[in-house]
């Protein structure tokens, strides 16, 4: 009869020629990182996921007792992770698209194991990944202020071909690089937002659209305490930007912006990076008129004033973030391209504005229409023939947040 000797954990059992056989202690070699495996090859097909940090001047502690805790607003979408097979990048931006830093790049979330060991993996792989995102939060800014719009285009990248693309930036959305620098934005101003998108589509920084791609924006409007404090209303107005600059502007398949507060940090865990600071963003007086500029292509279908299906999602965002600032005078005024008699004009104007108007009022929003037929706010001023400029910038609905 043939010998066969089996290993037990770290004993083995030697066997002799004669037959006779030892416990002998073998070490067996352990993984030492609990976390490798999340390294290894990921499938091809699996749906990609990238997490960015804004590491800019702005989210950083520059004196004040607080900077926003990211990684603490991450944890719902770890949670979601980690009951996926998706794969996941991680990465930090400051002022430069070329800066961005990647401290995970695709990680597995799944290591395909039975239902049971795969719920008993989730808890380490969220601290894994949440370790990863402290790694991320630690590295300093490398470059001055802030570019956003240059983040999402190099995350569009790193997600690559997969069929589930999305990415999450979580940031202040306080951009101070590029088109949509809001140091030279009248905040707040009619027409103000047409005019970022309009510059950032002239200056080719938009460049290929983001077919595709699911666009989730958090902690916007949030920086570190010793910075200007955002009011409701000016809130509103940034995320209705990031809205804007996502969808439109960008072209991504979905965008959601949450100006949802973010809790502080403990002190020290986000310090300054010196000699590497943002401008300042200002912001007007909270009791000032805020106006938002809706195109129409995307309110309304062609040539008419029923509002979209889309036109209908963008709505329902806009009332919910109206109701939440806490603002109740509400004047919607449309505009048109002047493409008709100008009966016509203020017409199709009012009807337009009508329709918005009570799409809010479903929403809860009471809202009083005016319809214009003349420019819109803003625009270059109309000529015998329009020019397609001026054409595009007073195709909109404003939708005027008045004072309470």
């Known amino acids: 009869m043939r010998n066969r000797c089996a290993a037990v954990g770290l004993l083995l059992i030697g066997c002799t020629a004669l037959g006779a056989c030892a416990l002998v202690q073998t070490p067996v070699p352990v993984d030492a990182d609990p976390c490798a495996w999340m390294w290894e090859e990921v499938p091809d097909d699996a749906p990609h996921h990238v997490l960015l940090l804004d590491r800019s001047g702005s989210t950083r502690e520059n004196g004040g007792s607080g900077a926003p805790d990211y990684v603490v607003a991450l944890e719902p979408v770890l949670d979601a992770l980690t009951s996926t097979t998706a794969v996941v990048s991680i990465g930090a931006f400051d002022g430069s698209a070329s800066s961005v830093e990647w401290v995970g790049p695709e990680l597995r979330t799944n290591r395909h194991r039975r239902e049971d060991k795969q719920a008993a993996d989730r808890p380490a792989t969220k601290g894994c990944l949440t370790a990863l995102l402290r790694e991320a939060e630690a590295t300093g800014p490398r470059r001055p202020g802030s570019d956003v719009v240059g983040a999402l285009r190099i995350a569009a990248g790193r997600l690559g071909t997969a069929a589930e693309r999305t990415v999450t930036v979580v940031t202040d959305g306080l951009v101070t690089v590029g088109c949509a620098d809001l140091t030279a934005v009248a905040v707040g101003a009619p027409g103000a937002i047409a005019g970022v998108l309009d510059r950032c589509a002239g200056s080719g920084e938009f460049g290929t659209p983001l077919t595709g791609l699911a666009v989730d924006l958090v902690g916007v409007g949030h920086p570190a305490d010793d910075q200007p404090q955002l009011s409701s209303s000016q809130l509103f107005w940034l995320a209705e930007l990031w809205r804007t600059i996502c969808g439109r502007g960008l072209g991504a398949a979905r965008c959601d912006v949450s100006v949802d507060p973010v809790g502080f940090a403990p002190a020290g865990t986000r310090p300054a990076e010196p000699g590497v600071a943002d401008p300042v963003v200002v912001f007007p007086a909270p009791d000032r008129v805020v106006t938002v500029g809706l195109d129409t292509e995307v309110l309304f279908t062609p040539n008419s004033a029923e509002i979209s299906p889309a036109g ?56 009083t229409p005016h319809g214009n037929a003349g420019t819109a706010p803003g625009c270059p001023t109309a000529q015998a023939t329009p020019t397609p400029e001026q054409r595009q910038c007073t195709r909109r609905v404003d939708i005027v947040v008045l004072p309470g």
Request: hydrophobic share 45%; aromatic share 2%.
């Open 312 to 367: 209908r999602d963008l709505l329902a965002v806009t009332a919910a973030d109206i109701a939440r600032s806490g603002r109740a005078d509400v004047v919607v005024e449309g505009y048109t391209e002047a493409q008709s008699s100008p009966q016509g004009n203020l017409d199709l104007a009012t009807r337009r504005a009508e329709a918005v108007s009570a799409e809010l009022a479903a929403h809860g929003v009471a809202a």
